[in-house]
C-alpha cells in the first residue's frame, strides 16, 4: 500500500506520454529523420524539467523513500564513454521506436510485441551488470 503514490506516478507518466505522442513510433521515426520538431521539444521540456528538479533537490537537500540524503557524485569526464553509451542508446531507440519510457507505455496501451523489446532491455541491463567491472569506466 505504500507504493500506491508510485503507481499513481506511474499511470500519470504514462498517459502524458501518451497524449503527448511521445509513444509513437511515428514520431520517433521523424524526429531521427529530422522531419519534425514535436519529440525534440518533449525531449528538451524533459531536460529542463530535469535540471529544475536537481537544482531544487540540491537546494533543499531532499531525501529519498528512506529518509537517506540524494548526492550527486562528480563523475570523470571522458567523451568517449558518452558516444559509445549514446551511440548504442540511439541506435535500440531507432530500431524498435521506443526508449525505456515509451517503451513500457506501449506495453500497457496493449502493444504487447513490445514485451519482446522489454525482455531485452533488461538483459542488456543484466548484461551491463555482468561485464561493468571489466568496462573502462
Known amino acids: ?9 506511474g499511470m500519470i507518466f504514462g498517459i502524458i506520454m501518451t497524449k503527448s505522442e511521445a509513444t509513437s513510433w511515428y514520431r520517433i521515426q ?3 529523420r529530422f522531419q519534425s520538431f514535436h519529440m525534440y ?5 524533459a531536460v529542463m524539467i530535469g535540471v529544475i528538479g536537481v537544482a531544487l533537490i540540491k537546494k533543499f537537500n531532499v531525501r529519498d ?3 537517506e540524503p540524494i548526492q550527486f557524485f562528480p563523475k570523470e569526464k571522458s567523451i568517449m564513454r558518452y558516444l ?9 531507440w531507432a530500431l524498435t521506436g ?6 513500457v507505455v506501449n506495453i500497457g ?10 525482455v531485452f532491455a533488461l538483459l542488456g541491463t543484466f548484461l ?10
Open 1 to 9: 500500500m505504500k507504493f500506491i503514490k508510485f503507481l499513481i506516478v
Open 30 to 32: 521523424e524526429m531521427f
Open 41 to 45: 521539444g518533449i525531449i528538451g521540456t
Open 65 to 67: 523513500f528512506s529518509g
Open 84 to 92: 559509445a553509451g549514446g551511440t548504442i542508446f540511439g541506435l535500440g
Open 98 to 103: 521506443a526508449c525505456p519510457g515509451p517503451m
Open 109 to 118: 496501451y496493449g502493444f504487447l510485441t513490445f514485451g519482446i523489446v522489454f
Open 128 to 137: 551491463y551488470g555482468v561485464v561493468k567491472d571489466k568496462l573502462p569506466h
